[in-house]
């Protein structure tokens, strides 16, 4: 009777285990700032992704696998961001995702990078929905890193090809964040509006401490000063809001052209200037694209979030997971990755987008947007200032394409 017994319950073993395995949550851990002077940004890429998981969940999940999104503050340094990728794969992560600076991806790629060669079996992979600094999928590629956002490269090839055919801009002045990726946009701009654009003068060039600057009127002084008559930045955050608010201050009427103007406060600060359509932002997506579907999402999405949609890569991220899972059969990081490589996807605003296998780098769809007064055809407002995002100009998947140098090594 005894081994009657034990044969049944063997018998019944992998069942359960298989239902064990059908509980399990998958948890997404999310490095990035709940405090200090990123804080805004971060907390609105935590209701996206809480958003998101939801959306998933509601859906039965990944692979009948509840979605659940660990919130890790991180302070916008890179150290404190190790220690909470550690404590994210102690809690059971075996996915991070951050975005909000590239010194932080990077310390981040190259810990994932190490921990999993030395804990084959417990692979984690690491999503990259913001940090745009070209060296992520070059030099520093890995195949344990993605990233959904256009390089800062790319992003300031559409940029200048845009404004190369603006015979207006004679003087351009450049403001950036001090550190990898404020660098990678200074560059870029003076190389590329030097080979496309010649007849203009840089006539500054600036960079400033990451989140520290409270005050930017010394900025904006300086700006005036030089004559110019166009800014290219690639601030983010506080330190684009605070620099639109002094420029209010000071009465700057010159053209702007962003990566992320669009950001907490951007739009307020923007308003302030009375620049009606006079600051340009290079994105994946904007709120009155005039898709239908992807502006079916942003109602819905604001209604419960009570924020506009910043990230329409997120959305293409999580999505994409879920596909590649599903395309797989499997949760473990490893077949997800390998599902991920030259994956073709329908991206939340209209068009195919393509997760290059050879770099981890996808490629887009992108949009140069204006910011001012609303026509009928542009529902949306940004922060209540009755003013929103106009597209300008698209540039499709092929148009964005640029090389890699990147080296992978697959496991």
């Known amino acids: 009777m005894r081994k009657l017994i034990l044969a049944a319950a063997v018998a019944l073993l992998p069942g359960l285990g298989s239902s064990a395995f059908a509980q399990e949550t998958i948890k997404l851990g999310y490095i990035d700032p709940l405090s200090g002077g990123g804080a805004s940004v971060g907390e609105g890429g935590l209701k996206t992704f809480q958003y998101l998981a939801d959306e998933i969940n509601a859906k039965g999940g990944i692979l009948g696998h509840k979605v659940e999104i660990i919130p890790l503050d991180n302070k916008t340094n890179p150290q404190e961001s190790l220690i909470q990728a550690q404590k994210a794969i102690d809690s059971g992560a075996r996915y991070i995702t951050q975005g909000n600076g590239s010194a932080v991806a990077a310390a981040l790629e190259d810990f994932v990078t190490k921990q999993n060669s030395r804990n084959p079996g417990k692979e984690v992979l690491y999503f990259n929905y913001a940090a745009v600094d070209p060296s992520l999928t070059n030099d520093k590629c890995s195949f344990w890193h993605f990233r959904w956002d256009a390089g800062s490269d790319i992003k300031m090839e559409a940029l200048t090809n845009y404004m190369k055919g603006v015979p207006a801009i004679k003087k351009v002045y450049l403001i950036n964040q001090d550190y990898s990726f404020g660098q990678s946009v200074r560059s870029d701009a003076r190389k590329m509006l030097n080979a496309k654009r010649p007849d203009v003068e840089i006539v500054g060039d600036e960079l400033h401490p990451l989140l520290k600057v409270t005050d930017f009127s010394p900025y904006i002084a300086k700006i005036k000063a030089s004559g110019a008559d166009s800014v290219v930045t690639g601030n983010w955050g506080q330190d684009f809001a605070l620099l639109l608010k002094a420029a209010a201050d000071a009465g700057l009427k010159v053209n702007w052209y962003t990566y992320y103007a669009g950001g907490a406060g951007g739009p307020t600060a923007i308003k302030q200037t009375g620049l009606d359509h006079q600051v340009f932002q290079i994105s994946e997506g904007i709120p009155n694209s005039g898709n239908q579907s992807a502006m079916d999402f942003e109602k819905a999405f604001r209604a419960k979030a009570n924020m506009s949609l910043w990230y329409p890569r997120a959305v293409n991220q999580m999505r994409m997971f879920k596909a590649a899972a599903e395309k797989a059969n499997s949760i473990d990081p490893v077949k997800v990755a390998a599902a ?47 003013w929103g995002w106009r597209p300008v100009s698209k540039i499709d998947t092929a148009q964005t394409t640029v090389p890699t140098t990147c080296k992978m090594k697959r496991p």
């Open 340 to 386: 991920l490589e030259g994956m073709e996807f329908d991206v939340l605003d209209g068009g195919k987008g393509t997760m290059r296998k050879d770099d981890h780098q996808f490629f887009q769809p992108i949009y140069i947007s204006s910011f001012g007064s609303r026509n009928d055809k542009e529902p949306f407002d940004e922060e209540n200032t009755g």
